[in-house]
């Protein structure tokens, strides 16, 4: 997550990955000073102000007061005290203890000599605080960090009426201004589309009255009131100087007075050369200038102008920075007598670009799209169409699976092995090497862009997957993988996409460009939509993915990897492509559709349904990895008669093991484990699990599945070492016994009973007992649903 004024160029809009979402959300165990071991100690004014729990239970009320869900809270070490730190990132129920909560992580980042941010909107789960996670916002707010602060304020009182609160974030402005914060408290939080609608008010509140733009975004955090604010020896609290928490405004009421509200005294919306004192620039644009001041303005204050407007459009993505310079250039040659000199030209475009970024931060930069806009529209006769007997364009990967210039998606749900069946098939395509029956013309040059694995993780998966010695040396030079990206994209991103394929291919394009996921990757447009708003998806497809194409190569393929939603069983039959997640355009748009599901969660074998846009229907294959591999079956293995009856039994199987792991867990609670013989006998003709045999054989399918594993010791409990092949039965988050857990600092109750870990597991290829490599971590063997 990112932060408000005091450290914008300090660290990336996203949480660090070294914060685990699985720890406790209320969980401030695990708080270390992260710092060196110097001699120095951290010059810090001891006397300082210190956290005040009634104005951060004031701030948390007004920002959080009706919204539900988790409060992404981040801590880093404030500039200019000496030392560095790490930040850390912690996720708070907004519920009545949230102050209490938020006051105690307060003090610890205080002692720390640490700021304290929260982003102003609710989450749905730990780890979350992308803008898209944003689900609830129940305020409007303007950071002000600039110019003649109160001024500003009295303008915004003026036209939007009183604040609910204004917190002075600690930090002065050059003149000698508080910079502030200025929150207005809306009548019930905005969810869904209304999250937008907040963030736009943001922005166009901001440039209104001169306040920082990065609160156009949803994730954008902000000081907590009520901390402690550190910046260069000084040590100062985030303070409330005006509260009015009973003055709420409804959402559509407040709009209309944002858009009525003129810019403040000072605040000019136009760009710089449009102003008073210079040339307009639609003027200067169609007006020659000659040398020697004859004319209103001179050749230096109208090229200036000229340069500026162009730099503006390229800055926003209106242009590309070839239009850009075109435009320069075409200036030059007509308005100016006489002419500059290129290099004069380049130099001074050059100087006034950087000036434009110090000034409004990096660029939106447009791609060119490699495919030129037609000037009349193709169209063909029957007969035109019928004599064509030239050669079919050759197939990227046959028969019709992904053609020259075509779209891909391959779908499936988490886990399934969509990824590893993704990079097996890739890596095959890269090698020339048929994979499944779907077979590329050569070896084909691959650029992987994923954003779900990271690098070490990568290459570890590369290694885990079972590829033939001869493919993955045929394809260590023409296949090339990113690791996990942050990135959305985006014009500024496909610019770097861009950048890195052409790097990575420098000699010819790509054949194929893979995106792994579009979630993680995706962005919505001007109005920030979802996957499932269908004006969102056409945005993507169309500006983004298509231009990304087309600047590389029209001819080139392209594979989006997206998820898919739950669907009964009878729908999956009916149409299994319903279940990608998000828009229906996306179906609309694809050449090529691929899902991957297991039609049975006891059957490891899973179905791969395909629907081809430029080519003959193919028949589902039924696929599975045979020592590591991934192999195609003979469909006359899937069940065909009895599938009723077959789905019966499969859901009375759900229910045994359901029943098998929640007795387990009940039981370590009260004090009591077993082995597989003696869970067996003591559970007999209960909770409908049969007999002694059926139960063990139930143990014995949900060990091989990673369901259960094993403690061989448990010593430390009073329990004898058992002579169990295996062990004493363990389930996922087993805790002994029901003496309290109580946080050392806080005093907080943090669970209840001894978290029992195992100490082996059952191999699903061997059948024997191999020890877990690391008791913390529950894995499932791979392509087992948890």
């Not at 319903?578 to 050449?591: C, D, N």
């Not at 004493?728 to 109580?742: A, I, K, S, T």
């Not at 024997?768 to 499932?780: C, D, G, K, M, S």
């Amino acid at each position: 997550m990112a932060h408000d004024e005091d450290h914008k160029d300090d660290c990336p809009q996203t949480p660090s990955d070294d914060t685990s979402s699985e720890t406790p959300k209320e969980n401030l165990v695990h708080f270390n000073p992260w710092r060196d071991f110097n001699d120095a100690a951290p010059q810090i004014d001891v006397f300082g102000d210190e956290p005040d729990p009634g104005r951060i239970a004031e701030f948390m009320d007004v920002v959080f007061g009706y919204c539900d869900g988790l409060i992404p809270v981040r801590s880093f070490i404030d500039k200019g005290q000496g030392f560095d730190g790490r930040p850390h990132n912690i996720w708070i129920e907004a519920d009545s203890s949230v102050a209490d909560k938020m006051t105690t992580f307060a003090n610890w980042a205080a002692r720390e000599g640490a700021a304290v941010y929260v982003i102003p909107g609710t989450v749905a789960e730990p780890g979350q605080a992308k803008a898209d996670d944003v689900q609830q916002m129940q305020t409007v707010v303007v950071d002000i960090d600039t110019g003649d602060i109160a001024a500003k304020r009295a303008h915004l009182e003026r036209h939007l009426g009183p604040p609910s609160m204004v917190v002075e974030s600690g930090g002065v402005t050059p003149e000698g201004q508080h910079k502030a914060h200025v929150w207005w408290k809306l009548t019930e939080p905005a969810e869904g589309s209304d999250i937008a609608r907040v963030t736009r008010l943001r922005g166009d509140i901001a440039a209104k009255a001169g306040g920082d733009m990065h609160f156009r975004s949803a994730h954008q955090p902000i000081r907590v009131a009520g901390s402690v604010y550190y910046k260069n020896t000084l040590k100062t609290q985030v303070r409330i100087v005006a509260l009015n928490a009973e003055m709420e405004r409804d959402l559509g009421e407040f709009t209309e007075a944002v858009t009525d509200m003129p810019p403040a005294p000072g605040v000019s919306l136009q760009p710089d050369f449009a102003a008073p004192d210079k040339p307009a620039v639609d003027d200067v644009l169609v007006t020659p200038v000659r040398e020697s001041a004859q004319d209103d303005w001179s050749r230096f204050e109208g090229a200036s102008a000229a340069i500026g407007y162009f730099i503006r459009m390229v800055h926003e993505g209106r242009m590309s920075k070839d239009e850009g310079w075109e435009g320069i250039c075409g200036y030059n040659a007509a308005m100016l007598r006489p002419q500059w000199t290129v290099e004069r030209l380049k130099r001074e475009s050059e100087r006034l670009w950087a000036r434009h970024v110090d000034k409004y931060g990096p660029p939106l930069v447009r791609l060119d799209s490699a495919a030129p806009v037609p000037d009349e529209m193709p169209a063909f006769t029957l007969g035109a169409l019928l004599d064509d007997t030239s050669p079919m364009p050759e197939d990227i990967i046959a028969p019709r699976v992904l053609t020259p210039g075509g779209l891909l998606v391959l779908g499936g749900a988490p886990k399934v092995g969509k990824s590893d069946l993704l990079i097996s098939w890739l890596v095959h395509m890269a090698a020339g090497q048929p994979f499944l029956g779907f077979t590329p013309p050569r070896p084909l040059r691959i650029f992987y862009l994923q954003a779900e694995i990271q690098y070490h993780y990568l290459r570890e998966r590369l290694r885990q997957i079972a590829l033939p010695p001869e493919v993955l040396a045929a394809a260590r030079d023409t296949f090339v993988a990113t690791p996990k990206l942050k990135m959305l994209l985006d014009a500024e991103g496909s610019m770097q996409v861009a950048t890195a394929v052409r790097r990575a291919f420098p000699d010819a394009p790509p054949d194929i460009l893979c995106v792994d996921p579009i979630r993680n990757l995706f962005d919505g447009g001007p109005d920030g939509g979802g996957e499932n708003d269908n004006t969102a998806m056409m945005f993507f497809l169309k500006d983004r993915v298509e231009v990304l194409r087309d600047h590389i190569d029209p001819d080139c393929g392209v594979i989006l990897v997206h998820h898919t939603r739950k669907l009964s069983k009878h729908q999956v039959k009916e149409d299994p492509f319903l279940a990608l997640s998000g828009a229906s355009a996306l179906r609309g748009f694809y050449t090529s559709g691929l899902i991957l599901h297991r039609p049975d969660e006891e059957n490891p074998q899973r179905k791969l349904e395909i629907e081809l846009r430029n080519g003959p229907a193919l028949e589902p294959k039924i696929v599975d990895k045979v020592n590591g591999e991934w192999v195609e079956l003979n469909p006359m293995n899937e069940r065909l008669v009895r599938q009723e009856t077959g789905a019966k039994h499969d859901a009375e199987r759900d229910r045994k093991r359901d029943v098998i792991l929640r007795l387990l867990f009940d039981e370590a609670a009260e004090g009591r484990v077993y082995t597989s013989t003696q869970f067996g006998a003591g559970f007999e003709n209960q909770h409908g699990l049969g007999s002694e045999f059926t139960i063990r054989q139930r143990i014995n399918v949900l060990a091989s599945k990673g369901f259960v594993k094993f403690r061989r010791d448990l010593a430390e409990h009073g329990f004898p070492a058992t002579k169990s092949h295996f062990g004493y039965l363990c389930v996922e988050g087993m805790r002994f016994g029901r003496d309290p857990v109580v946080d050392p600092e806080t005093g907080e109750v943090l669970a209840e009973g001894e978290l029992v870990l195992p100490s082996h597991f059952k191999c699903p290829h061997s059948g024997r007992a191999r020890e877990v490599e690391n008791p913390a971590v529950w894995v499932f063997p791979e392509g087992v649903d948890e």
